[in-house]
């Protein structure tokens, strides 16, 4: 296999995580929404689903700027770890969100509940 | 490579591994044995698995020394699954995971006794918060993504079916030639209308069928006129926006014929991403402007609030939007997000997500205009100027 199929096919795989992460975090929002207003939780789970399609954005335009980007190695390197940074960032969110979000049942049923 | 980055470098799957273990015990010991304690539990455990495994393929299987051991066959396909194929599957399993959280929680409520009704465990203040959302001239888009839920799931064989039928007659609409012209020029605009009537009719919980897609065509001259309408400002709104992008990409294309700039170089690459950026900003603030206040015409002349005409109903639709903009394009972006979201799984999920969101839209439009009297046909709600 060539440089550039290689390249390609890690592209491909980037857009599918990508487009997965922009739909983790448009369901997250869904939820943290349904929660309202004891979301905190959510809100974080959110976040780092963004921080995760942001990353992965990130790690796309650097496979795809590639060849361009000869020259700019320092700025790729840079990129690249930001990149990588913000992922375990997200990944740390990921955690925080699930630790704070099982609070919210009590403020759902709650909501739930017919008024007295 | 510098020795911290190295260390950077090698500490990583460490770090993941710690990580999603903790994710998984997180998951377990937070959600229990609820379903989606048990998704996420077990997403994040194997992740955990894949990044075990994929640290040891790459650090002794697939070892690269030579150019060759990094460009064979075997090496990219391992990465691909390992890197894109598994993560991508357990990303998915955690998106449904995360989508069935609040079930869950309403499950371990229940497990633990906190009956719903139960005000020992009342929270100050939610009522009066709820009570707020439910004032006419005011929405709750979460409130709205559970009634559209609720409404879509009491009716899901009409509302599937009604979707089906449209989606299948505007493909066939929109790709036979000459039709489409025609179907463009008449027709969409009702037969859209007609899945506005069925999302109102399933939110206030009206005897429906799928028949209700066709609606539309009860009031064709309203419906056609709102359609173009508003067509037709989004048509101006997207060719003012497009001139910053165009105006870089000429001026771009005249240096590089000049010869002073080539097309792969980061001047080339940054003037064009500026002229995009200011379009994407023109774009969002134009639509925002003039096309959310008009959101709810459809919504409007499916009500009988718009007085037998089409620019009324504009008037009435963005009475309901006025101060609400930027909340209203947020939801409606979010909306549209979730609806495409169902595209994945072979485009199935869509027959789900679009009634979902169609009728969720439906529920805002409900919550701001206040509900119909048997009597006297309409409350005209005021807007909401304060919350309190």
Request: proline share 4%; hydrophobic share 55%; net charge neutral.
């Amino acid at each position: 296999m060539t440089f550039e199929e290689i390249g390609n096919l890690y592209s491909i795989g980037n857009i599918v995580v990508m487009i997965l992460t922009l739909v983790g975090f448009a369901v997250t929002v869904a939820v943290a929404l349904l929660l309202r207003p004891a979301n905190r939780g959510a809100w974080i789970l959110a976040g780092a689903f963004l921080l995760d399609f942001l990353s992965s954005v990130a790690l796309l335009v650097m496979n795809l700027a590639q060849d361009r980007w000869s020259e700019w190695a320092s700025a790729r390197e840079i990129l690249q770890v930001a990149s990588l940074l913000t992922e375990v960032v997200a990944g740390l969110g990921l955690l925080l969100g699930l630790a704070l979000i099982a609070p919210a049942r009590k403020q759902l049923v709650q909501r739930e509940a017919p008024h007295v | 490579m510098s020795e911290p980055l190295q260390l950077f470098y090698s500490s990583l799957p460490f770090v993941w591994l710690l990580i999603y273990v903790a994710a998984a015990v997180v998951s377990f010991v937070r959600l229990r044995t609820t379903l989606s304690g048990l998704i996420l539990g077990t997403a994040f455990s194997l992740r955990a698995v894949t990044v075990t495994v994929s640290f040891i393929a790459h650090t002794w299987v697939f070892k690269v020394t030579t150019m060759e051991d990094y460009t064979s066959p075997r090496r990219v396909i391992a990465t691909m699954i390992l890197s894109f194929g598994i993560p991508a599957l357990l990303l998915i399993a955690t998106i449904i995971g995360v989508a069935l959280i609040p079930r869950s929680l309403r499950q371990l409520a229940a497990r633990r006794g906190e009956a719903m009704g139960d005000t020992t465990i009342a929270t100050p203040g939610l009522e009066v918060s709820q009570g707020a959302a439910r004032q006419p001239g005011d929405f709750n888009l979460g409130l709205a993504l559970g009634e559209g839920w609720q409404a879509v799931t009491r009716h899901l064989g009409v509302a599937i079916g009604a979707v089906l039928i449209y989606l299948v007659l505007d493909l066939i609409g929109s790709f036979i030639p000459f039709v489409n012209i025609l179907y463009m020029l008449l027709i969409m605009g009702p037969f859209t209308a007609g899945l506005a009537i069925l999302g109102l009719k399933l939110v206030d919980g009206k005897q429906v069928s799928v028949g209700d897609v066709f609606g539309g065509f009860s009031q064709f001259g309203r419906y056609l006129g709102a359609f173009w309408l508003i067509f037709l400002i989004c048509i101006a709104v997207e060719l003012v926006a497009v001139i910053p992008v165009g105006a870089t990409l000429a001026v771009a294309a005249g240096l590089e014929d000049s010869g002073s700039l080539e097309a792969g170089d980061p001047t080339f690459v940054l003037l064009v991403a500026l002229g995009a950026l200011v379009t994407l900003a023109l774009l969002v603030i134009g639509l925002a402007l003039f096309v959310v206040p008009y959101t709810f015409t459809m919504f409007v002349i499916a009500d009988q609030r718009d007085k037998g005409s089409a620019v009324e109903a504009f008037r009435e639709s963005a009475r309901l939007a006025k101060g609400k903009r930027w909340r209203i394009a947020g939801s409606v972006l979010l909306l549209s997000l979730i609806a495409t979201a169902g595209m994945i799984a072979l485009c199935v999920g869509y027959l789900i997500t679009a009634p979902w969101m169609m009728c969720a839209m439906a529920s805002i439009y409900r919550q701001l205009a206040g509900p119909k009297t048997a009597d006297s046909g309409v409350i005209h709600a005021e807007p909401a100027t304060a919350a309190f």
